[in-house]
């Protein structure tokens, strides 16, 4: 988070389960030639600050028994909430990898990792208390959520998931003149809720910011 | 417990959504006293939907406190009779609200008018094609109103609402740049249509090239400042994208918040009492007449609050538990086909063809509400279904309404979920891709019901409400066949990559579809196979109206919202020009 101090502050997460995350969420989405990729955007931080609110008990879900398995069709039916996934399933994740490569997740090689991710998510891997599959398939949302989730929330940090596929952020009152202007990109420096938050950018009567654009010097 | 028992009012209205909304307003001006009971909080636009927290697509998409809190009451699901139905623990398919404005508060501004033929889906198909044309255990049905009858409510409606667009029909007259299968309308649209996006121009010229009208589609997000019948003036929309599932930070969007309650919280003669949960109406020994109904105020104590004339206007869901809850009509029982209350629920079914572009930019967080582009050529009865296999069909449209990151983050077919390759993708053609979507209709059967659920209740130990349905082969047939359309449209218009994929398989009450349900307490021309009359009438207990999409016997491809404020204002004057000078049944 730009501008405070508490980038690295953890509130339900452990920093095992930190290592674990920035590790993991490296592979979903690294970083290469396109720019930072997960672990650089903050995404542990993100989750760490989701289980900590309300979803992280979900806070806002139906929670009465009893809990039969269902079909896919029918949806999330576990007990766990997704505190408790994440508690258990990296722990569980980490001795499938001691078992198998004799070192925790965080300190396999890339591939091996990825071999491990694929595990979880199609199943290949069991783990005791959890279908693997729920892990994977909240682990990546929720990466994605942070990579593009505006940066207040913890990821995300200088805008770089926004930046890497061109998108504005918070709107400007403008777009009515640019709406008619077809196949012309609109490349401008995104600004974030946290921006205005903390005074980096300042906004109209309404609330809305203008946007700097950027040149277009940007490849196509 | 003992309930705190108020003062009798003239009319409580249950639910402040579309409906009650309106028709809270429309009854607050014939002197009567009025009370509107909403589940949900207040919503003050300029605090609730400030910018720049309203382009918050984490809060608003993901995890909104606009839309029913599940943890106190949800629905369970279940596709057949067979299997055991399990309570929708998190939010998905879609998204009912619970706020005052309802779910309109965060809707997506699709506004369209019902084809004549959705009104008249069972006579005229058999009329058409004959008997053998409709599906086995199909229960569509007509309504018991005509597209003409309701006309003048539509206008009602589409003028609070402000909605913009281009008539195709005026009084009959075909009209050029409009939607040339529109049923006739008396008047223009009260605002202009938008101008066309870049993709939306793509697909017009493509649908032209084959021989389609393309039409601007018609949307309740403000082309331009317009001031409503009620007074109210709304700005023009800026399309800034964080429009559905979001509040409008511009009160550019039409919904009950902009257009009705600001002039109907000037009545001396109506009262809102937000945080008021209905859970009952009280009925006479005979359960021939409405007395009172019983709320959960804001601290949770039980309030009767007697009424003269009651008002079920809330969400199809709501609407139908609470007859079953209270014991208003007969439980429908799909075993033995009896009874009407849930009987007819159904959707909205879909397909979707998806276009990626190597040259090509879209800018695609402009935009909001329904801006975009539309077909009409394969919408309800307007082409001929010989020999297809299937009844209704679907509206084909390209819609620009702002694309947020993590909802609409769209990689081409056979790109892996993560990962650099993922990464890549995401990079190049989240600005460099659109969809061309069917909005299809939905027929009800005889297994797609709702009714109490044997297991599982809500935190007060009310049984929740029960939902069995699945795709039917019609729905799939005919999405299959449609999404085919749409695939040579897409074609014309020259993806370097394309995926297609119609509605198919079972339906899952995980991914968002849309908040389109409809059915339960159905209006019709017989008790036998509805709950309420034409004029929205309980035929049981005459004092209590049931108005909302829980109306529709079954689904146009069109959105509700549009039909649920015409029937609104439609009930209202009923009630007025009828009722209320003779109290009791209306025939």
């Not at chain 2, 695939?487 to 198919?504: F, N, Q």
């Amino acid at each position: 988070m730009q501008g405070t101090s508490n980038e690295n502050a953890y509130r339900y997460l452990t920093q095992p389960e930190v290592r674990f995350l920035d590790a993991a969420v490296a592979r979903l989405i690294p970083a290469d030639e396109l720019g930072p990729g997960a672990k650089e955007a903050g995404v542990a931080c993100f989750i760490d600050q989701q289980l900590a609110s309300a979803w992280g008990t979900h806070g806002r879900n139906y929670r009465m028994g009893p809990w039969p398995e269902g079909t896919l069709q029918q949806g999330f039916q576990s007990r766990f909430t997704p505190q408790e996934i994440y508690r258990a399933a990296i722990r569980e994740t980490n001795v499938h990898c001691i078992k198998q490569h004799q070192k925790p997740f965080e300190f396999l090689t890339p591939q091996q990792q990825d071999e491990v991710l694929h595990g979880l998510e199609d199943g290949g891997i069991e783990l005791e208390s959890l279908p693997a599959k729920l892990f994977f398939s909240l682990l990546h949302r929720n990466t994605m959520e942070g990579f593009f989730a505006d940066p207040m929330y913890g990821g995300n940090r200088d805008k770089v998931g926004w930046r890497l596929i061109g998108f504005p952020g918070v709107a400007a009152a403008s777009y009515n003149d640019h709406i008619e202007e077809h196949n012309v990109p609109y490349r401008v420096e995104p600004v974030s809720i946290l921006d205005i938050q903390e005074g980096r950018v300042k906004v109209d009567s309404q609330g809305y910011p203008k946007h700097a654009m950027l040149g277009q010097t940007k490849p196509e | 417990m003992t309930a705190a028992k108020l003062n009798p009012v003239d009319v409580v209205v249950v639910g402040t959504g579309v409906a009650g909304s309106i028709l809270c307003k429309e009854l607050a001006g014939t002197g009567l006293k009025v009370v509107g009971l909403e589940r949900g909080r207040m919503i003050d636009p300029q605090h609730d939907f400030a910018m720049p927290y309203a382009h918050d697509e984490l809060k608003f998409d993901r995890h909104s406190d606009i839309f029913q809190n599940l943890s106190r009451e949800t629905i369970t699901f279940r596709n057949s009779l067979n299997e055991m139905a399990l309570p929708m623990r998190e939010m998905g398919s879609f998204k009912p609200g619970e706020c005052v404005g309802g779910t309109a508060a965060h809707w997506g501004t699709h506004t369209r008018r019902f084809l004549p033929w959705d009104f008249e889906t069972r006579s005229r198909t058999i009329e058409r094609y004959g008997k053998s044309q409709i599906p086995e255990d199909c229960t569509s049905q007509d309504w018991g109103i005509t597209y003409d009858e309701l006309e003048p409510y539509y206008d009602q409606f589409e003028h609070l609402y402000g909605v913009g667009g281009k008539a195709g029909n005026l009084n009959g007259e075909i009209q050029p740049g409009g939607n040339p299968f529109e049923g006739p309308r008396s008047r223009e649209y009260p605002n202009p249509p938008a101008p066309m996006t870049y993709a939306g121009s793509l697909f017009a010229k493509a649908a032209e090239s084959l021989g389609y009208k393309p039409h601007v589609s018609p949307t309740a997000a403000m082309t331009q400042a317009y001031l409503n019948p009620y007074k109210l003036m709304l700005g023009q929309c800026v399309r800034g994208g964080f429009c559905s599932s979001h509040g409008c930070a511009m009160g550019a969007k039409a919904s009950p918040l902009t257009t009705v309650l600001p002039a109907l919280l000037k009545h001396k003669d109506f009262e809102l009492r937000p945080l008021s949960n209905v859970i009952r109406v009280n009925l006479d020994s005979a359960k021939k007449r409405a007395v009172s109904v019983t709320y959960l105020d804001a601290r949770g104590r039980e309030v009767e609050q007697p009424a003269d004339l009651i008002i079920l206007a809330s969400y199809t869901f709501n609407n139908t538990r609470l007859l079953l809850l209270s014991g208003i009509g007969k439980p429908y029982d799909p075993v033995a086909n009896r009874g009407v209350v849930g009987r007819n629920y159904s959707y909205q079914s879909s397909g979707k063809v998806a276009l990626f572009f190597e040259d090509k930019v879209f800018n695609p967080f402009m935009g909001g509400g329904a801006r975009g582009t539309s077909i009409d050529e394969f919408n309800g009865d307007n082409f001929d279904h010989s020999g297809l296999g299937f009844i209704g069909g679907a509206y084909v449209a390209v819609s620009s309404s702002g694309a947020m990151p993590i909802r609409n983050t769209a990689v081409p077919p056979g790109t892996p979920r993560w990962g650099s390759d993922w990464k890549k993708a995401a990079a190049h053609y989240y600005s460099r891709n659109f969809t061309i979507a069917l909005h299809g209709g939905s027929q009800s059967f005889r297994t797609h019901y709702l009714d109490l659920d044997p297991t599982y209740r809500d935190t007060n130990g009310l049984p929740l409400l029960r939902m069995t349905f699945d795709w039917s082969e019609n729905e799939k047939r005919m999405s299959a066949w449609i999404t085919n359309k749409a695939a040579e449209i897409a074609k014309a218009i020259g993806p370097s990559k394309m995926s297609v994929d119609p509605t198919a398989g079972h339906y899952s009450i995980v991914p968002y579809q849309s908040t389109h349900n409809i059915g339960g307490a159905v209006m019709g021309a017989d008790p036998v196979t509805s709950v309420v009359n034409k004029y929205l009438q309980s035929w049981d207990v005459p004092n209590v109206f049931v108005v909302g999409g829980s109306a529709f016997p079954q689904n146009s491809a069109n959105p509700p919202t549009g039909t649920i404020g015409a029937l609104a204002c439609w009930a209202a004057d009923s009630i007025k020009d009828l009722y209320l000078k003779r109290p009791g049944a209306l025939l």
